[in-house]
Every structure is written in structure tokens, then in C-alpha cells.
């Protein structure tokens, strides 16, 4: 995995933590253990095994080091495998195709993100600031990125799974057949997010107000001041809306931008900004919005990605407005649980207000993206597409 251990995204977590065991599908965790979590935090996997090869490492040697250590964990595995699968790791990925060659096994590699893309953005973002040596290493590792992966790996391993129909047809188009590749967009575990209660004591914050809500990550990238211009447009013609931002920047200096961006716009009363939260603790509050926003900037390297909000918004019956990333366009129309406008500010205050001041036409758009997200992006449905694939390569 490229992720660090323990795993917290929802699509290993619970797809191959809870939903696939169901199913036959018993997989051990290889990685390496994240900065200020515990070995037995890591190795609370109920799906199999956990094995780590130390914890995270930073800097070019760490980064270097990082698919020998992977691979070294094979050797401590026993024989009763029959599949390696290796995640957005595109050098591991390469010694495990020849591992899984020599040993007789199936190998199979999970494209959750274009990573190629996203060094090569990243080398050009950062320019030559922090120094020729990381410039020059950041740009070697896009340009043999990309050579490896679309020239090599993607082409030999036995199956691909990508995150979306979109992220399909992009690798499609880099020579990889359609029939070895299998979308898995983003679920939830729809039997827990529809037992989510809201608080038996709604927040003093939330009193008097149309609450709107946004979870996830803050960022630049994401052009996350977008939320506060929609909610400054909301509440000129309805001035008790209120931000709930469930969620938080990842490093110190966008926390501090974000709040800045609030500061400035006047905003500070209107807006809860919580903070990294517990799912337990988030969910509940998001229980107590009236809907719910998913903007997703529009660009290739986005728009190959399922986003994860709008279906979570949905789990728990709320409402959402997004924009028309190929992949959440299809979620909101499809379910009728939202609606889905261009990422303007205009337009997602219009569609807020629409459903602001309509509550009954709000409350069946939740009941109708809830029993959608149930049929469709539940991880017990994925589980048995995924499984299905498994058991087709195993069979040959």
C-alpha cells in the first residue's frame, strides 16, 4: 500500500476488511507503519495478517529504500497466496510482478490516483525553490514514472483496477486492454452511515440556523475558499445560513491560510471549522445539515477521480450539491439525491437555496440518494464485483 498502516481509507478498511472476507477473499496488509501510530493499532486487521517493515520513512533516502523494504516483506509471507496486489506503489509494483511471475502467483495492481500525473505536476509546481537536488529528483521520478507504469507495468500486469469509469478510458487510451481492467468507484458501508443518529442535544451553534455542511479536506489545491464564497452568496438572501466544515488543511501553513480566508471575508460567527474529527463524532454532526456541498475542481487530473463526499452525503440521507466531475455527475443524477451544477459561485448558491426553501423537496432528495447509495455504492455491492474479478483471474 502506499498509504501507511493502519489502513483508513474506506475502500481497504471496509471493502477488504469487512465486505471481502464475507466473500471468500482473506488478504494480508504489507507496509510500513505510520509516524504515531502503534504496532497493535496496525496489526488490528480482522481480514488476515499485518505485516510491517518499520515505520515511516522520510526524506530521499527513505523514499529510495521504500520498495526493497516493501518486497522484503514477501519472503515473510507463507505460500497460501495466490494474488499479489500492489497499491499506487509503481517501483514495488515491479519487483512484485517479477516475484508474483517466478512464484506462480497472480498479480494485480489498484490505480487509486494517477500518480504518474501528479509527480509530473508536482516537479513543475515546485520549480527550482527548494533546491536544485529535490528539482532535479522530483523530475526523475516523473519521467521514469511514467516509462515504467504506462510503459511497462500496467500493460503486464494481469488485472487493473482503476478508481472510474473515466480513469478507465484514461488508461484505455495508454494502451492497457479495457477487458484486463475493472472501475471500483468509492462506496460507503451504507449499514452504518444510515443508523447515524444527529446528537440527542443539537449544537448551540447550529441553533436558529440553516446549517450547510462540508467534509473533508481544505486545501489550495481543492480551491477550498469556494465554500466560503458560496455560504457569503447564501446568506445575502438568507442570512442565517451556517458553514459547517467538518474536517481541516493537512499541514500548519494551509490551516493557518483557511482561516485567514475566513477572517478576511468576515465570516468567523458563521462558520464551524472543527478540526480533524473522529468519523464517529463527524457523522452525527453532519446528521443536524440541511444539505451538504461537494465542489471538485475540473481538471484531467481530477476528474479521473470518484469523489467520496457526495456519496457519504447521501448515506446519511442528506441532500448535496456538486459539480459535474464525470464520476459524482453520475451519482447525483442517477440517485436524483442532489443536484449537480457547474462549480461557479452563482450556481451552487442558487441550487442551495432551492433546496434550503423547499424542505420537502430536500428531504426526498436525501430519501432517494440514500436507498441509491444503498444498491449501488455500498461496499457489500462492490464487494461482490470485486470478488467476482478475483475469482475469474484465480480460475485461469
Known sequence: MYDHLPAFRPDVA??????LPKLGIQSDLLGQLA????VAEAHAWPAGQVFLHGRERKGILGHMLRPLLD?????RVNSEHRLIQVRDKIRTGLIALLYARVSGRKMAYWMSF?????????HEEIGRRQGLLVWLVNGLRAVSARSLYYGFLAARVDHLFVQSDAMLEFMAGKGVARARMTAVPMGVDAAHFKNVCAPSVRPSLFEGRQVIAYLGVLSRSRKSEFLLDVLAAVRASMPNAFLLLAGDAASEDEQIWFREQIAVRGLSDHVWLTGWLPQAQALPLLKCAALGLSPFPRDYL???????????????G??????ENPDQRLVLESSEGGLCVPMDVTSFRDAALKLLSDPEYAKDCGVRGQAWVAQHRSYQAIAAKVAAVYQQLLAR
Open 14 to 19: 471496509v471493502l477488504f476488511g469487512k465486505e
Open 318 to 323: 442528506i441532500p448535496c450539491v456538486g459539480n
Open 114 to 122: 494517477p500518480f504518474v500525473e501528479g509527480f509530473r505536476i508536482r
Open 302 to 316: 481530477f476528474d479521473t477521480n470518484s469523489p467520496t463526499k457526495a456519496i457519504e452525503y447521501l448515506a446519511l
Open 71 to 75: 518486497v522484503s516483506l514477501l519472503w
Open 35 to 38: 509516524s504515531g501510530r502503534s
